[in-house]
């Protein structure tokens, strides 16, 4: 990579990492070049086609449940011995953003786990948070779009809950956009994925502290 191309990664990530450290989330758009974003989404429809994806679950250990009652979307869990080259890129962004985020906000980050997520039209996530009530370890919640065209009409937004000043709450609707990247923090902010109308596609990982 030209030394401004890794300046670029440098600044976003330490711009994400300030971010997290002052209000607890992030947006950034245009995270990933065209061409990276193109390739992904290939690699993504190449592997739902040949059928590897599943009906996502919640909770884990002895309380995972596949509820589609909660959640419709169909997931790939990346395996970190088996990266495809493609995969090895995204795993080495996501671990300069790792790097920045520990630089920033002391948050003991140590390993990351991601998968791919498809939601069908029609699926939803509702609202939750992301770390389950046994399971500490989730840390950050980093979300990758790789959509080729999202319309307000799509609908399908990532929709973010906080806390209001008169005691009461707030909400952020964000639009699964090709090439954004959502991060928040992975206990605070409860959030949902409304109803979408079309496929709607994503990466999502966990920065964990164990
Ligand atoms: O895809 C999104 O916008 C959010 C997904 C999500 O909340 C999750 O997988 O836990
Ligand atoms: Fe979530």
Same mark, same amino acid.
């Given at each position: 990579?030209?030394?401004?191309?890794?300046?670029?990664?440098?600044?976003?990530?330490?711009?994400?990492?300030?971010?997290?450290?002052?209000?607890?989330?992030?947006?950034?758009?245009?995270?990933?070049?065209?061409?990276?974003?193109?390739?992904?989404?290939?690699?993504?429809?190449?592997?739902?086609?040949?059928?590897?994806?599943?009906?996502?679950?919640?909770?884990?250990?002895?309380?995972?449940?596949?509820?589609?009652?909660?959640?419709?979307?169909?997931?790939?869990?990346?395996?970190?011995?088996?990266?495809?080259?493609?995969?090895?890129?995204?795993?080495?962004?996501?671990?300069?953003?790792? !790097?920045? =985020?520990?630089?920033?906000?002391?948050?003991?980050?140590? +390993?990351? /786990?991601?998968?791919?997520? @498809? $939601?069908? %039209?029609?699926?939803?996530?509702?609202?939750?948070?992301?770390?389950?009530?046994?399971?500490?370890?989730?840390?950050? !919640?980093? =979300?990758?779009?790789?959509?080729?065209?999202?319309?307000? +009409?799509? /609908?399908?937004?990532?929709? @973010? $809950?906080? %806390?209001?000043?008169?005691?009461?709450?707030?909400?952020?609707?964000?639009?699964?956009?090709?090439?954004?990247?959502?991060?928040?923090?992975?206990?605070?902010?409860?959030?949902?994925?409304?109803?979408?109308?079309?496929?709607?596609?994503?990466?999502?990982?966990?920065?964990?502290?164990?």
């Amino acid at each position: 990579m030209k030394a401004e191309a890794i300046d670029d990664w440098q600044q976003k990530n330490e711009r994400i990492a300030a971010d997290l450290y002052e209000k607890g989330w992030s947006l950034t758009d245009r995270y990933l070049t065209e061409a990276f974003r193109k390739e992904l989404l290939e690699e993504q429809r190449d592997l739902l086609h040949h059928g590897q994806f599943r009906h996502a679950g919640v909770g884990s250990g002895d309380s995972f449940a596949i509820k589609p009652e909660i959640r419709s979307d169909k997931v790939l869990w990346m395996d970190q011995q088996q990266l495809t080259p493609l995969q090895q890129r995204y795993w080495g962004l996501m671990a300069a953003l790792q !790097t920045a =985020i520990n630089q920033r906000c002391y948050l003991g980050l140590r +390993s990351f /786990e991601a998968h791919f997520a @498809m $939601y069908p %039209p029609g699926s939803f996530y509702l609202r939750h948070l992301d770390q389950f009530q046994s399971v500490h370890y989730r840390k950050v !919640t980093v =979300i990758l779009y790789l959509n080729e065209t999202w319309e307000e +009409s799509d /609908e399908g937004a990532l929709r @973010m $809950y906080f %806390p209001a000043e008169n005691g009461s709450e707030e909400h952020l609707d964000v639009l699964p956009l090709g090439a954004r990247l959502v991060v928040f923090l992975s206990g605070e902010i409860p959030h949902e994925v409304l109803p979408t109308n079309k496929g709607r596609i994503s990466i999502t990982g966990w920065f964990r502290d164990r």
